[in-house]
């Protein structure tokens, strides 16, 4: 079981920004992220948008880096994953 945040490459908001993620639990994610001061409006269905500035804060409190496509494979071999399809509501 592994919290896990990629590398930050999404723009918005004049920031860069990374996904949080859990390898197996979204009780485990969302108490990390509570822990960490993240908030609950950053989650979006199986992740959580994160600022680049947050990530190294993210890492010391036992967040894995990897790299995005790492961070897909193991959310999506979790069973976690939510695909755009079930985002759009098909």
Same mark, same amino acid.
């Given at each position: 079981?592994?919290?896990?945040?990629?590398?930050? $490459?999404?723009?918005?908001?004049?920031?860069?920004?990374?996904?949080?993620?859990?390898?197996?639990?979204?009780?485990?994610?969302?108490?990390?992220?509570?822990?960490?001061?993240?908030?609950?409006?950053?989650?979006?269905?199986?992740?959580?948008?994160?600022?680049?500035?947050?990530?190294?804060?993210?890492?010391?409190?036992?967040?894995?880096?990897?790299?995005?496509?790492? $961070?897909?494979?193991?959310?999506?071999?979790?069973? $976690?994953?939510?695909?755009?399809?079930?985002?759009?509501?098909?």
């Amino acid at each position: 079981m592994a919290v896990l945040v990629d590398t930050p $490459l999404w723009p918005a908001h004049g920031r860069l920004w990374a996904h949080l993620v859990s390898d197996a639990d979204l009780d485990e994610l969302h108490a990390f992220a509570a822990r960490h001061g993240i908030p609950a409006r950053a989650f979006d269905r199986d992740h959580y948008d994160v600022p680049a500035d947050a990530i190294d804060d993210l890492v010391a409190g036992g967040a894995q880096r990897v790299d995005a496509h790492e $961070l897909t494979r193991r959310l999506i071999a979790s069973g $976690l994953r939510v695909t755009a399809r079930e985002r759009r509501g098909r």
